[in-house]
């Protein structure tokens, strides 16, 4: 799906600020369609971001940002997703920013993920892999614990050789042929591993998915636990 489903998910995730809000700032292209509605609503809010690009482009919009050692408890987070299953359990980490957009939801009162609903998915980490965010000094280490558990490991690479986060870490891009039958799990078992500083996995924090389509349309996706 193209610019205009982003677009539209980004923008029904503006309706749901209110002046005065502490926010949670996500990172990727359809959060930048997100960040340049909020800065035309001129509402009075403030945001931690989750990465240096998103800082960048707060700065430029006039969105005032907030340090994550002083926010406190943020309102409402909202980010992108690279893979969501239908109790809205996340794969993120695509940008290179997990580890940050981890923190920064669990800061929040609310997690809103907004994405196209072609990111859907009924198995995670099959069609798109899992980022992982690894200390440099354990990158084979923990790649060879990670192929144990059935992944498929591959070190991103960046322009420049190695790629590495805003915080300087690696990360590996894990494949599980055929998804993952429990991400819940898979999230603990991959967080042990001496080296991990965090997984792409979000489990149990989205409340709600906002997912565009290619006509403008907006569906407002629960997790469907909490259907039931």
């Given at each position: 799906?193209?610019?205009t489903?982003?677009?539209?998910a980004?923008l029904?995730?503006?309706g749901?600020?209110?002046?005065?809000?502490?926010?949670?700032?996500?990172?990727g292209?359809?959060?930048?369609?997100?960040?340049?509605?909020?800065?035309?609503?001129?509402?009075d809010?403030?945001?931690?971001?989750?990465?240096?690009?998103?800082?960048?482009?707060?700065r430029?919009?006039?969105?005032?940002?907030?340090?994550?050692?002083?926010a406190?408890?943020?309102?409402?987070a909202?980010?992108?997703?690279?893979?969501?299953?239908?109790?809205?359990?996340?794969?993120?980490?695509g940008?290179?920013?997990?580890?940050r957009?981890?923190?920064v939801?669990?800061?929040?009162?609310?997690?809103?993920?907004?994405?196209?609903?072609?990111?859907?998915?009924?198995?995670?980490?099959?069609?798109?892999?899992?980022?992982?965010?690894?200390v440099?000094?354990?990158?084979?280490?923990?790649?060879?614990?990670?192929?144990?558990?059935?992944f498929?490991v591959?070190?991103?690479r960046?322009?420049?050789?190695?790629?590495?986060?805003?915080?300087?870490?690696?990360?590996?891009?894990?494949?599980?042929?055929?998804?993952?039958?429990?991400?819940a799990?898979?999230d603990?078992?991959?967080?042990?591993?001496?080296?991990?500083?965090?997984?792409?996995?979000?489990?149990?924090?989205?409340?709600?998915?906002?997912?565009?389509?290619?006509?403008?349309?907006?569906?407002?996706?629960?997790?469907?636990?909490?259907?039931?």
């Amino acid at each position: 799906m193209g610019e205009t489903a982003k677009e539209a998910a980004g923008l029904a995730a503006v309706g749901l600020v209110e002046d005065g809000m502490r926010l949670g700032l996500g990172t990727g292209s359809t959060v930048t369609h997100f960040l340049h509605g909020l800065a035309g609503r001129g509402l009075d809010v403030a945001g931690v971001p989750t990465s240096e690009q998103t800082a960048g482009l707060c700065r430029e919009l006039g969105i005032g940002l907030l340090d994550p050692g002083e926010a406190g408890r943020l309102d409402l987070a909202v980010d992108g997703a690279d893979e969501l299953d239908a109790e809205l359990t996340c794969t993120k980490g695509g940008g290179g920013a997990l580890l940050r957009e981890k923190v920064v939801a669990a800061m929040a009162e609310r997690f809103v993920v907004i994405a196209t609903a072609d990111k859907v998915v009924e198995r995670l980490a099959d069609t798109f892999p899992l980022p992982v965010e690894v200390v440099p000094f354990a990158v084979g280490p923990v790649s060879a614990q990670l192929s144990e558990l059935g992944f498929e490991v591959v070190e991103r690479r960046g322009q420049d050789g190695a790629y590495r986060t805003d915080n300087g870490n690696a990360v590996l891009d894990c494949r599980h042929p055929g998804g993952l039958e429990d991400p819940a799990i898979t999230d603990v078992h991959v967080g042990l591993i001496p080296g991990v500083c965090g997984t792409g996995l979000f489990v149990d924090m989205a409340e709600l998915a906002l997912l565009g389509h290619d006509d403008g349309r907006v569906d407002r996706v629960r997790p469907r636990s909490a259907a039931d």
